[in-house]
């Protein structure tokens, strides 16, 4: 890395690992209305144009794992309660494999749209050990199938689940 990038890395405190790969380890929390708390990351920007754009990232109750995503455009109500159809990841052993619907909700008074898939423990060693390439929504009604090829951040849900692994053993 050069000395000009370095200089202004420590000018500006930010971390060499961070200018050089996307890492990100800060677990943050919150506590729903009933009581529970779960455990996340900032989403993380998979896709984005200008006309639509996908993010998200993993969510854990230390129990389950879960992948919330962010879909823009999003369906109005009630459409969008209605997308209930499993997640297909296509994967970089460019095989396709799918986890299972848990909800889809309105949140922000309705200006944020969150689709939750559960993340089964048979699912953990794929996703620890392949990145995605693309993710492929039913949208329902005329759109039908919506597909995120993955431009950004691929390594991403890998890093989060290695993330949340290793905190977890660290207790």
């Given at each position: ?31 729903s ?30 129990e ?10 999003f369906?109005?109500?009630?459409e ?30 309705d ?9 089964g423990?048979?699912d953990l060693?794929?996703l ?15 759109e039908?199938?919506?597909?995120y ?8 849900l ?5 993330c949340?692994?290793k ?5």
């Amino acid at each position: 890395m050069n000395a000009f990038i370095k200089k202004t890395a420590l000018l500006f405190g930010f971390s060499l690992s961070v200018l050089t790969s996307f890492s990100q380890c800060d677990i943050l929390n919150r506590v729903s209305p009933d009581g529970s708390m779960t455990y996340y990351m900032e989403p993380v920007n998979f896709y984005w144009t200008q006309a639509k754009s996908l993010s998200g990232g993993i969510v854990t109750d230390k129990e389950s794992y879960f992948l919330e995503l962010f879909p823009i455009p999003f369906p109005e109500k009630p459409e969008g309660q209605d997308i209930k159809d499993n997640l297909e990841l296509k994967l970089s052993d460019g095989k396709t494999y799918t986890l299972e619907h848990f909800d889809s909700r309105y949140i922000r008074k309705d200006t944020v749209f969150k689709l939750v898939y559960l993340i089964g423990k048979k699912d953990l060693d794929w996703l620890l050990n392949l990145e995605v390439t693309e993710a492929r929504i039913n949208m329902k009604g005329d759109e039908g199938i919506r597909t995120y090829v993955f431009k950004l951040h691929k390594e991403a849900l890998k890093e989060q689940l290695e993330c949340f692994l290793k905190e977890e053993e660290g207790k």
